[in-house]
């Protein structure tokens, strides 16, 4: 079926009663009562035709792994005997289908030796349910003559935690009562060692509200804080899923729990007498709520994946109300707990009845972790180079295991080399660091990946990394460097051209000769440049990189040379003359001028983070710097452009450069965002990250043209359209708390401007 969600986790429900009478439990004290006309225990059949239609279900949807989690009820009054069948049954059938991942939730009453044997056989893993200290524990979970069950759950834990059965211990599930003092109950549950700890909202709707002693507006969220306090000031000791699940979604990543964030749904329960349901919990909502009419007798799992209940619940972000779509909070809240919605009037089309607590968590934990979970490389440029210096380095380990010997012995050789240069020096740093070694790496993994022949062989560019780096770090070692396409290009430094070349001869030597001179030797034919700093020698075919040097102009490389350069969405301009040179020199010194004294500190940015200028044939049609497929530092600045659009084009250019530097190494937004928003300069909604990137450049350019005295210009710097764009973006719930520093960033920016 077309977008049918295939069912990874099964709730097997061995047996239907059970040995406490907990009075929070939704099985047997909350609307839904049909445990009565249900057998007790699991039939044979029901078994063996559940496993059946799981493995005919994994094998149709290629699933690599399922979970079956057997439940009830007490799922150990099922007895060893039972059990092991449906370990047996299971494992049969979803052998050579897809992994069989088995786990048991229980009180731990039943749990003995002779049960964990046979689960260390099969692998179960277990989890308890216990809800803290003996006073909170008896507050709930008592056997139905009010004795306490703390001290025999206690036993269970400690059984588990033996050396022959603590692989299996899985965790201890809480079930959140704010009447207990929350530091008592968590420091219970660590103490007993658990492998993870799950704290569980207890479960109501809006029909039968929760607990709130005194009537207090966020008992549970104050409850839950308290606890991530303590938890956070011993170094989170245990991993405590509902904590970690919100600094997931805060930080970009996924739900780590079905009662939070906008994952679909991939469960389906079998009960006793084999009926196929819905998620257990919806029994807290009214008689029948997680009935589907469908049974592992009659029906596949697909006819229940298609069924509108589980659909409903598969739909993530269109699946929850309209006010919490609107939510800033909701990608890491998804609405909460499906069965937490349900009103009578409006079903489960509504917020969550733990929503202001909710909201309070995800907002509180967020507060408290904002500055730690930050990515250091939003406000620290030093970080952000280290950071893109680090992922050039991993695309270039990358495409040398990908190549796994088929570069050939000119590619081991350079490597070697590479890694010799690396023990013995930093020279290979600013080679690397080059923005069109990245266009360079990127092309030459794609087309490894896809079976392509590369642009050039992909051992002689790497030669002449090591050749730059050796001649930069004025090294005492050769290089043999192949020709391509019969020059002799060197990143950062320059190319010889094909006359300079020894006919003949299809490779040559590279030697450093110091202060950045070098000597290329083929054949019997031998060329020197004094370095990268010294004239052009273009009759004897030299064309080296050269450097801005007009006044006020920052340090930077004009590279006209570079054969991987080609990376912009604009034709490269052809290479300039001395005179043309001379031109854009005095042409970026006035655009320099309009940058400092308009907005200084956004001036001294792009000065610090621009390394390389290549100029282009023709404009981009918004007019901005063009940022190509390269790394970062470098800019693609048209040769039309007056003072003042190159100005523009500098500042907004590398805004854009800059920010994509950033998502390249920060989560500043989620990927799996589903949101589309309306501004005001775009004739249809746009996702975050093209929100995002307006307004990083829309904020500059305000600046810039308020700093010029213009700043009610129409067009990219209107402050009033960008104003309203921060505040919508500042709403989404896409951001993370990186994307959020960031924006904070921009209101400082606009504000110092227009205000400053």
């Known amino acids: 079926m077309t977008g049918l969600i295939a069912f990874r986790e099964i709730v097997l429900k061995v047996h239907s009663r059970c040995d406490l009478a907990c009075d929070h439990c939704y099985v047997y004290e909350h609307a839904d009562q049909s445990w009565r006309a249900r057998p007790k225990v699991i039939s044979e059949e029901a078994i063996s035709r559940t496993a059946s239609r799981l493995a005919e279900h994994a094998g149709a949807h290629s699933l690599p792994s399922v979970t079956v989690i057997l439940h009830g009820g007490e799922p150990l009054l099922a007895g060893p005997a039972r059990l092991r069948l449906v370990c047996e049954e299971f494992t049969r059938a ?5 992994a069989l991942d088995l786990r048991i939730h229980t009180n731990g009453l039943q749990l003995s030796s002779r049960v964990l044997d046979l689960f260390v056989e099969y692998g179960v893993k277990v989890g308890i349910s216990l809800d803290g200290d003996r006073a909170a524990n008896d507050r709930h979970r008592r056997f139905a003559d009010g004795r306490s069950s703390h001290p025999l759950v206690l036993r269970a834990v400690d059984l588990l935690r033996e050396e022959r059965y603590r692989h299996l211990y899985l965790g201890l599930l809480c079930t959140v009562d704010v009447a207990n003092d929350p530091l008592a109950v968590h420091d219970a549950l660590t103490a007993l060692g658990p492998p993870r700890i799950d704290y569980l909202l207890p479960h109501a709707t809006w029909q039968t509200p929760p607990a709130r002693p005194d009537g207090a507006g966020t008992p549970y969220a104050d409850w839950l804080l308290r606890i991530f306090d303590h938890w956070d000031r011993q170094g989170r000791p245990v991993p405590v ?24 749904t991939d469960l389906v329960v079998v009960e006793t007498d084999g009926t196929l349901e819905q998620v257990d919990s919806l029994k807290s909502a009214y008689e029948g709520a997680a009935a589907t009419g469908f049974d592992v007798f009659s029906h596949s799992f697909d006819q229940v994946a298609a069924h509108p209940g589980v659909r409903a619940r598969q739909l993530g972000l269109a699946g929850v109300s309209k006010e919490c779509r609107e939510c800033p ?8 707990l499906y069965t937490h919605r349900y009103k009578p009037e409006s079903g489960f089309d509504n917020p969550s009845v733990y929503c202001a607590d909710l909201q309070a968590l995800i907002e509180g934990i967020e507060a408290r972790t904002m500055r730690t979970v930050t990515a250091a490389e939003v406000s620290d440029p030093a970080e952000l180079a280290a950071s893109q210096q680090e992922l050039t380095s991993t695309l270039l380990a990358q495409l040398h295991s ?27 740093d600013p080679v690397l660091d080059h923005p069109y070694t990245r266009s360079w790496l990127l092309g030459t993994l794609e087309a490894v990946r896809e079976g392509r022949s590369c642009e050039a062989d992909p051992a002689g560019q790497l030669a002449a990394v090591a050749a730059a780096a050796v001649v930069g770090g004025e090294l005492d070692l050769t290089v043999r460097v192949p020709y391509q396409d019969g020059r002799l290009s060197l990143p950062t430094l320059g190319r010889l051209l094909p006359a300079a070349t020894a006919a003949g001869q299809t490779w040559a030597e590279v030697r450093a000769t110091g202060e950045g001179g070098f000597v290329v030797r083929s054949g019997r034919r031998e060329w020197r440049t004094g370095g990268p700093g010294g004239p052009d020698d273009e009759a004897a075919g030299w064309q080296r990189v050269r450097r801005l040097t007009a006044e006020g102009v920052p340090q930077l490389a004009l590279d006209d040379v570079d054969p991987y350069r080609d990376c912009f969405s604009m034709p490269l301009h052809r290479r300039l003359g001395a005179r043309q040179v001379a031109d854009w020199q005095a042409k970026l010194a006035r655009a320099w001028a309009l940058l400092g004294a308009a907005v200084p500190e956004l001036a001294r940015a792009a000065a610090a983070g621009l390394t390389t200028l290549t100029p282009l044939e023709k404009e981009e049609p918004d007019g901005v710097g063009s940022v190509g497929r390269h790394g970062p530092g470098a800019l693609g600045i048209a040769m039309s452009y007056s003072a003042d659009a190159t100005a523009l084009a500098l500042l907004a250019g590398y805004r854009r450069a800059r920010l994509r530097a950033l998502t390249e190494v920060a989560d500043l937004y989620a990927l799996d965002a589903e949101w589309l928003h309306e501004v005001p300069w775009r004739e249809r909604p746009v996702p975050v990250s093209r929100l995002l990137a307006d307004v990083y450049e829309r904020v500059a350019v305000a600046a810039y043209r308020a700093g010029r005295a213009d700043a009610g210009a129409s067009g990219n710097g209107s402050l009033d359209d960008t104003r309203r ?11 993370t708390s990186s994307g959020k520093s960031l924006l904070a960033g921009l209101w400082s920016e606009l504000e110092e401007a227009t205000h400053g």
């Not at 921060?726 to 709403?731: I, Q």
Request: with cysteine; glycine share 18%; charged share 25%.
């Open 402 to 428: 990908d190549l796994d010997g088929r570069g050939g012995d000119e590619w081991d050789r350079a490597w070697a080399l590479l890694g010799e240069i690396e023990q013995s020096s930093d020279a290979l």
């Open 241 to 264: 899923r509902l904590f970690s699940s919100v600094l997931s979604t805060l930080a970009g990543g996924a739900s780590l729990t079905e009662s939070l964030g906008l994952a679909p």
């Open 94 to 98: 979803l052998d050579g289908v897809a």
């Open 329 to 336: 909070v909701v990608r890491s809240c998804g609405g909460g």
């Open 725 to 735: 764009a921060m505040e919508r973006l500042g709403g989404a719930a896409e951001l």
